[in-house]
């Protein structure tokens, strides 16, 4: 079990993995990782790979945690007293109405938001892979909740659809070339946070708290973002994934906390506990995106 340290040491706790080394690293690993491929003679050495990245992985997730469990053990394990605490974070939760989106909304030229786009693009984990990977084994409640979301990300059916490639023709249209290395340790330390939450069993219910922050505090960045590119003469088609996105998440919140989060901690009063340090840590990770975002732009 992880030692945990005073509150007065929590930014310290976090210091040693919130740098460019260890980010790149973890999302390096993460994406070889997850990406279909075939055996190899050297699969052993992969698995000592893996098992240093498993443990670099687990410190820094610990770490995020220690920063966030004095607020997350202030929420209410009552069911209907848990929504409504979680639902309360979309306006008080860390970064929320962070000026940077009003800005790009009003203001940001268009290497401006390229830049923007395309940390946004290389720091993306995919949320129907992140939906995916949380629900297996899941209660039926939330297995289902999670499952009908998964089915509107994948456009239900229909490629044309599919929300992914949304964002990847506005990547498209803007020549953009999301790479790690010319990423900011913020967005990547974003994605390999909700990668962890999703992949690791232990973090199950923590990736659904994470997942149905992005759902409840999405939709007001959304509209911004399309507003920006409205602005500068982007197309509906080349929009569509932030429009999209700025209107369903609205509905997909109500059903994710009516469906998932209240019969969850319904069932078992502890997963409140986890479900609140995955919101924390997803909205805490983003409000240092923002910050980063604009100390570059707006220097």
């Not at 050297?42 to 607020?71: I, K, P, S, T, Y």
């Not at 009003?106 to 946004?120: G, P, S, T, V």
């Not at 010319?182 to 990547?188: D, I, K, M, R, Y």
């Not at 659904?208 to 409840?216: F, H, P, S, T």
Request: charged fraction near 30%; charge should be negative.
């Amino acid at each position: 079990m992880a030692t945990r340290l005073p509150v007065e040491h929590q930014v310290s706790a976090t210091a040693p993995y919130l740098n460019d080394k260890v980010q790149q690293d973890l999302a390096k690993w993460n994406f070889h990782r997850l990406t279909p491929a075939f055996p190899s003679a050297d699969w052993e050495l992969g698995l000592a790979r893996d098992h240093r990245m498993l443990q670099l992985e687990g410190r820094f997730l610990e770490a995020l945690r220690e920063e966030v469990e004095g607020e997350a053990a202030a929420a209410p394990t009552d069911p209907d007293r848990f929504v409504r605490w979680f639902e309360a974070l979309e306006q008080t939760g860390p970064g929320q109405a962070d000026p940077l989106f009003a800005w790009l909304a009003e203001e940001a030229d268009i290497e401006q938001m390229r830049w923007f786009l395309e940390q946004e693009a290389a720091g993306e984990a995919g949320f129907d892979d992140l939906v995916a990977m949380t629900q297996v084994k899941m209660p039926k409640g939330p297995k289902l909740e999670l499952a009908r979301n998964y089915w509107d990300e994948m456009g239900r059916g229909n490629p044309k659809g599919m929300h992914g490639p949304m964002l990847d023709a506005l990547v498209e249209r803007l020549e953009l070339q999301p790479r790690i290395e010319a990423t900011v340790w913020e967005s990547l330390a974003l994605a390999n946070a909700m990668t962890a939450m999703a992949s690791a069993r232990r973090y199950a219910w923590h990736s659904v708290g994470a997942l149905g922050a992005i759902e409840q505090t999405a939709p007001s960045r959304a509209a911004l973002v399309a507003k920006a590119l409205r602005r500068l003469g982007f197309t509906g088609r080349e929009r569509h994934y932030f429009e999209l996105h700025a209107v369903l998440d609205v509905k997909h919140s109500e059903d994710w906390n009516r469906e998932a989060l209240r019969p969850a901690v319904a069932e078992d009063p502890r997963r409140a506990r986890a479900i609140a340090e995955g919101a924390l840590i997803r909205l805490k990770c983003g409000e240092r995106c923002f910050e980063r975002y604009r100390a570059h732009l707006w220097s």
